[in-house]
C-alpha cells in the first residue's frame, strides 16, 4: 500500500538494507528500513492519514519514521555522506540515486533493494556489489575498499564483528586486514556506541 502511495506520485519506494537480508536470511521482522527519493517533506505528505504513529527524531538524517498496524517503518531519502578524518558522524546531502545510496552502505550484504509495490517486476531487485552471493556465501564484505569504508566510520568494524558473531559468517580477509590495520580508529567512536555493538556481540 505504502509502495503504491509513493509511486503514484512519481516517488520511487525501496526495502532496502538489513532488512533485505533478513528477508532472504527468512528472519524479516516488524522494524523496516525503506529509501526513497522523496523528500522528507513529501514523505510526511504521503504517509499523512496512513501511518497510526510518526515521528522525526531522525528527520536531520533524512529519515521519517512510522508505524503501521504494529510495524514500525523507517523512510530515508537517499543519501550521499562525506566524513570529516576525526569524526564517524558525517555531513549529510540528500542524493538522487539510488545506485549513490548503495554504495555507501557497510556492506554488500546490506546493499541489495526491492523496488515496492512491483517487488516481483523484471528489475525491481537491485544487487550491485554482490550481496546476494555473499549471502549464499557467508561472507561479509564491504561494497568498496574496506580501508575507506573503515576510515569513514569505524564503527563499522565492530558491525563486521556482530554480524558474524549473529550470523556466523565470515569476514573477507580484506576486511579483516582493514580492521587490524584500523583498530585505533575506533578511538573516535563513543563509549555509548561501543558498548551497544558489544551487547549485541554478545
Not at 562525506?82 to 549529510?92: C, F, T
Not at 538522487?96 to 552502505?105: A, E, F, G, K, P
Not at 556489489?129 to 564503527?155: K, N, Q, V
Request: no cysteine; glycine share 8%; proline share 4%.
Amino acid at each position: 500500500d505504502l509502495g503504491e502511495r509513493f509511486a503514484a506520485t512519481g516517488h520511487a519506494l525501496h526495502l532496502v538494507g538489513g532488512s533485505v537480508r533478513d528477508a532472504m536470511l527468512g528472519r524479516l521482522g516488524d522494524d523496516l528500513d525503506l529509501t526513497t527519493d522523496a523528500p522528507p517533506d513529501v514523505v510526511d505528505q504521503l504517509i499523512d492519514g496512513w501511518a497510526d504513529v510518526v515521528w522525526d527524531a531522525g528527520r536531520a538524517f533524512g529519515t521519517v519514521g512510522l508505524q503501521k498496524a504494529g510495524t514500525r517503518v523507517e523512510i530515508t531519502t537517499y543519501r550521499a555522506e562525506s566524513y570529516d578524518a576525526a569524526s564517524r558522524k558525517p555531513a549529510v546531502s540528500f542524493g538522487t540515486s539510488l545506485h549513490d545510496d548503495l554504495m555507501r552502505r557497510d556492506f554488500a550484504m546490506n546493499a541489495m533493494a526491492l523496488a515496492l509495490p512491483d517487488w516481483r517486476a523484471p528489475g525491481s531487485f537491485v544487487d550491485l556489489y554482490g550481496g546476494m552471493d555473499d549471502l549464499a556465501a557467508e561472507l561479509i564484505r564491504t561494497p568498496g575498499a574496506p580501508e575507506a569504508s573503515f576510515d569513514d566510520d569505524p564503527l563499522r568494524m565492530l558491525r563486521a564483528a556482530r554480524f558474524a558473531a549473529q550470523l556466523g559468517f565470515r569476514l573477507d580477509p580484506a576486511v579483516v586486514a582493514a580492521m587490524t590495520d584500523r583498530a585505533d580508529r575506533i578511538t573516535i567512536v563513543s563509549a555509548e556506541r561501543i558498548r551497544a555493538e558489544l551487547e549485541k556481540l554478545l
